[in-house]
Nanobody, 119 residues
Framework: QVRVVESGGGLVKPGESLRLSCTVS????????MGWYRQVPGGQRDLVAR???????NSADSMKGRFTISADKAKNTVYLQMSSLEPEDTAVYSC?????????????WGQGTQVTVSS
C-alpha cells in the first residue's frame, strides 16, 4: 500500500513564505519522481514543480524564482518552499508520486493541503 501525505499548508499574508512537505511511504514502490500541483475551485490541476529524485527539476514558469522544490531521497520526502506569496497562489496543493512496482509504472496522489494567501 502506498501512502502520500502532505503537510505544511495554512493561512499566510501576502509576501510571506510557507514550506510544504510530502512523504511517500510504500513497500516495493521504487520512487522515480515527485511533484506539486495546485488547483483552485472550478479550475484545472496545474503543475507547480516536479523533481526527479536523482536529479533534474522542472517548474512552472510563473512560479520560477518564488517556488523551489527539493527532495530528500533517504526520507522519500519532497519539499516545496514558497516565498513572496500572492493571493493568486491560494489553492489546494497536491503531491504526486511516480514510480515503479516491479515492472509496472504507478502514480499516486496525496489528499491535498490548502494554502490561503490573504491579508
Amino acid at each position: 500500500q502506498v501512502r502520500v501525505v502532505e503537510s505544511g499548508g495554512g493561512l499566510v499574508k501576502p509576501g510571506e513564505s510557507l514550506r510544504l512537505s510530502c512523504t511517500v511511504s510504500a513497500n516495493r514502490f521504487r520512487l522515480y519522481a515527485m511533484g506539486w500541483y495546485r488547483q483552485v475551485p472550478g479550475g484545472q490541476r496545474d503543475l507547480v514543480a516536479r523533481i526527479i529524485i536523482d536529479g533534474n527539476t522542472n517548474s512552472a514558469d510563473s512560479m520560477k524564482g518564488r517556488f523551489t522544490i527539493s527532495a530528500d531521497k533517504a526520507k522519500n520526502t519532497v519539499y516545496l518552499q514558497m516565498s513572496s506569496l500572492e493571493p493568486e497562489d491560494t489553492a489546494v496543493y497536491s503531491c504526486h508520486a511516480e514510480g515503479n512496482v516491479g515492472d509496472a509504472m504507478m502514480d499516486y496522489w496525496g489528499q491535498g493541503t490548502q494554502v490561503t494567501v490573504s491579508s
